[in-house]
């Protein structure tokens, strides 16, 4: 994606600062500041797709992601939110996520968090096998990381149930 100029970049840079305190209408009032011409740029729609990620609005989140994925397929970041969200959305499924998201594991062989989220969605489909394959290769990627989230995701419980 093409980087932003200031203002734009700052409102950006601000939203993202309230996201993490946890206020996303604060956060979206940042990027309401950002001028008209601007709001269909590339990091302004990511920045407001982290909006309603953070505010759990998924329906929307799921249509936005989507369309940011097909603009912006070279983006990992955008294909994660996509899946997570349509795990959730209203009709969303594991199955679902795990079809926008298991494509993507070569794709993106350096994003130890693709993997992982498969191996989530494929656990949750009592696909035990390939799930604690997915895994090592999140591990693999990711290292330690990935054993420290790991150890208390509760869609992974089923790979720690095992013998």
Known sequence: MD??????????????????????????AEL????????SLPAVQAARLDCLVAAEHWDDAAALAGVLC?????????????????RRCEG???EQAHAVLAPRVE???????????????????NRL?????????????????VEELAKNDEDLAPLRGES
Not at 14 to 22: D, S, T
Not at 70 to 86: K, V
Not at 129 to 145: K, N, P
């Open 107 to 125: 794709q993106f062989p350096a994003d130890w968090l693709i993997p992982y989220n498969v191996a989530c969605y494929l656990c949750q489909m």
């Open 3 to 28: 980087p932003l100029e200031p203002p734009a970049l700052h409102y950006v840079k601000a939203a993202f600062g309230w996201i993490e305190l946890g206020n996303v209408p604060e956060a979206l």
């Open 32 to 39: 309401a500041r950002i001028p008209v011409e601007l709001q």
């Open 92 to 94: 969303g499924s594991i």
């Open 129 to 145: 096998l390939e799930a604690r394959e997915l895994l090592e290769l999140a591990t693999a990627v990711g290292g330690d990381r």
């Open 70 to 86: 097909e603009q912006h397929p070279e983006e990992a970041g955008l294909w994660l939110h996509f899946a997570y969200a349509m």
